[in-house]
């Protein structure tokens, strides 16, 4: 299956919420409210599989992913 790498939206608020606060409990993040997220959802990156996100990154960090990586998002 295909994984796009696209600009997160509103949409994707919860789901990007319930990946950083995975990543908050094992001590990586800071913490952040599922309304922070909702406000900010358009600083984060998402990497979709079949509908589902994946995985997720702020957008500070995205052009290190097209560096590494060679990948473009649309």
């Known amino acids: 299956m295909a994984i796009r790498i696209r600009p997160a939206e509103a949409r994707d608020a919860e789901a990007v919420h319930r ?9 990586h993040l800071l913490p952040r409210t599922l309304e922070e997220v909702c406000r900010h959802a358009d600083r984060f990156v998402v990497c979709e599989q079949a509908g589902e996100i994946r995985a997720c990154r702020s957008e500070e960090h ?8 060679g990948i473009s998002y649309a």
Request: without cysteine; hydrophobic residues 30%.
């Open 19 to 27: 990946l950083v606060s995975a990543h908050q409990q094992e001590g």
């Open 62 to 69: 995205t052009s290190e992913l097209q560096s590494r990586f």
